[in-house]
Every structure is written in structure tokens, then in C-alpha cells.
């Protein structure tokens, strides 16, 4: 038996269900590990996030906010921070992406979690004190993914140098705009495989699983981040109502800036997630994410159509033309 399996039995036997019957529910694109336990017809998800490659501690704090905000996270039945084990409240199986697959109404689903986001944007304490910013610095790194893990991984070299400050220069830029709209607390990977409906009343309906990487940041972003989804084509007709219905809520808030900012942050995003699913394949021997590729690389270039980010197309088409755009062998190897 593995020390950490060690560590784990421990854990669960101070929490009280050492007894329980175990199986693997999940993983995602970290290193975390998710096991689904039953015990005396109770089932609870044990979360296993070992250190130092991850850090339960942002998960813990955030999940206590949301609650006492009156949103749905997972109750927190026991905690090791120490070790990175939790035991979380189970929320079921009825993750958004396996309702929307089974044909539930998608209208409905975007608008419950549209209204959750709405309900933390206009909430003065949702911003939780001691949550990291969402920074020019944050921002400029992730968008830098699709420069130092996607362009090697498609030319076979490291991208010039020159070029590549060019790129960070634009984003320097663009940040400005992004940061026209007030600030909230922003998820980050506020989608459909992250958000449960639950048999609760109002926005406790939209259970939220994936928020340890919280930031304090412009209140587009969540609502981008759910419209524009990497996994999944989304009727621009349902975007645009969900943005209407979001917008009720902040009458204050000009359209026309509410868009250049969504604009700069979706591409952003997009630029990140190229760069993030290349990484996955490349580094981490993952390469089931690379079927995404070509809907990310559609969604950035719907962004880079607003005029905010004419500056950034032109790069793109400069150095990394329609032609080139394409999904990255999954050979295993570093750029």
C-alpha cells in the first residue's frame, strides 16, 4: 500500500467513514482526483489533491463564501489541508453537460447559471478579502500559453522572440479595456461540466463544483467563459439573450463597453485554452483535449472581429495565418 493511500484511509477514518465503499468518480486537467463514497446508503466525494502539486486551501475558503452567499458548493464534511484531502457533499450526477445531452432545456440552464453570475456581480461582499487579483500580470501568462506551448508545438521551434513581444505589447494594451467594467468575484471555470441542477429552490439550483482558482476580476468573464465554451457549440441567438438577461441586473453598465471588454476577455481566454490543451497533450500526456481545437480557434477568431482587437488579428495573421491553425500532433514532447 502507497503512503498516500495511507493518508487517505487515515483521513477517512477520522472523518468517520473509514467503512465506506470507494470507486473512482473523476479526474480533470489537474491533478486532482476525485473518488465517489457510499456508507450506509450516504454517498459523499472525497477529493484528493496532493501537495505540492495543488492546494485544497483556495477550494476550502471559496466553498464557505459561496455558501454563505447562499449559493450551492459542496458542503465541507471533513478537511485536511495539510495533505490535500477533502470530503465533500455529493452533488449528484446531474452535471449540465450530461443534462444537455440528454436534451434538457438548454434555455433554462444557461439562464439559472446566468443568474447566478448576475447575483455575484452585484453583490458588494461577494469580492471575498485575501482572493488573488485577476492581474495584467495573471492575464498576460495565460495568454502567453498559445506563444510558448502552441505555436512550438505546430512550427517545431520556439517562437521568435521579437514576435513574441510583440504579442505580450498588444495584451498590454487590451487589459485596459477588459478592465472597463466593475470587478467581482470570477470562478474561472465557470462551464457546463462544472455546474450541477439541483433539486433546491432559486439560484441553489446551480450547483457549482470547480472554483479553487477564484480571482477578483472584470465580471465579464464568467459569463464568456460559459457562453463561449470550448467543449460545445452554443446558438449565438442563446448568447445574446443570456448577455440581455445578465445586463438587467447592471443598467448602469454601457453595451458597448460590456462588449469590448467581453471581446478582450474572450480572446484571452481562448488564446489560454489553445495553449493549455497543447500543454495537456504535450507535458502531461493528455491529448484528449486537442479535439477542441478547432472550436477554440473559431471562438478566438469571433472575438478578434471586434474592433478592439484589430491589432491582435493582425498579429495572429502575421504569424500564425488561417493555414497554420491547426490541431498539434499528440506525440508526447516538450516544445
Not at 35 to 60: H, I, Q, S, W, Y
Not at 267 to 280: D, N, P, Y
Request: hydrophobic share 45%; proline share 7%.
Amino acid at each position: 500500500m502507497s503512503d498516500r493511500e495511507d493518508l487517505i484511509r487515515s483521513f477517512l477514518t477520522k472523518a468517520g467513514w473509514g467503512t465506506a465503499q470507494r470507486g473512482r468518480l473523476a479526474g480533470d486537467a489537474s491533478f486532482r482526483h476525485y473518488d465517489r463514497l457510499v456508507r450506509d446508503g450516504r454517498p459523499a466525494v472525497m477529493m484528493d489533491a496532493p501537495p505540492p502539486k495543488e492546494d485544497v486551501r483556495p477550494f476550502v475558503r471559496i466553498a464557505r463564501h459561496l455558501k454563505a452567499l447562499g449559493l450551492s458548493a459542496p458542503e465541507l464534511l471533513a478537511v485536511d489541508e495539510e495533505n490535500g484531502l477533502l470530503l465533500l457533499e455529493d452533488l449528484g450526477d446531474g452535471t449540465y453537460t450530461r443534462l444537455l445531452e440528454g436534451g434538457h432545456d438548454e434555455a433554462a440552464l444557461y439562464a439559472l447559471a446566468t443568474d447566478v453570475l448576475a447575483e455575484i456581480a452585484a453583490r458588494p461582499d461577494a469580492p471575498l478579502p485575501g482572493t488573488p487579483p485577476y492581474d495584467d500580470e495573471k492575464l498576460l501568462t495565460e495568454a502567453c500559453l498559445l506563444t510558448d506551448w502552441y505555436m512550438p508545438a505546430m512550427a517545431g521551434k520556439d517562437t521568435d522572440a521579437e514576435a513574441r513581444a510583440e504579442y505580450v505589447a498588444i495584451w498590454q494594451r487590451l487589459f485596459p479595456v477588459a478592465r472597463m467594467v466593475p470587478d467581482t468575484l470570477v470562478l474561472r471555470d465557470f462551464h457546463v461540466d462544472n455546474l450541477m441542477l439541483l433539486d433546491r429552490p432559486g439560484l441553489a439550483a446551480c450547483g457549482l463544483l470547480d472554483f479553487q482558482d477564484a480571482v477578483i476580476g472584470p465580471l465579464t468573464y464568467d459569463l464568456m467563459s460559459l457562453l463561449e465554451d470550448a467543449r460545445r457549440d452554443i446558438d449565438p441567438v442563446m448568447i445574446e439573450i443570456m448577455k440581455g438577461r445578465f445586463l438587467k441586473r447592471f443598467p448602469n453598465i454601457d453595451r458597448a463597453v460590456f462588449e469590448a471588454s467581453w471581446a478582450v476577455m474572450a480572446a484571452q481566454r481562448h488564446a489560454k485554452v489553445i495553449g493549455i490543451f497543447t500543454r495537456l497533450c504535450k507535458r502531461d500526456g493528455k491529448p484528449g483535449y486537442l479535439v477542441h481545437i478547432p472550436r477554440v480557434w473559431r471562438l478566438l477568431e469571433g472575438a478578434c472581429r471586434h474592433p478592439v482587437l484589430a491589432e491582435l488579428t493582425r498579429w495572429l495573421d502575421r504569424h500564425m495565418p488561417k493555414e497554420a491553425r491547426g490541431v498539434p500532433s499528440p506525440q508526447e514532447s516538450k516544445p
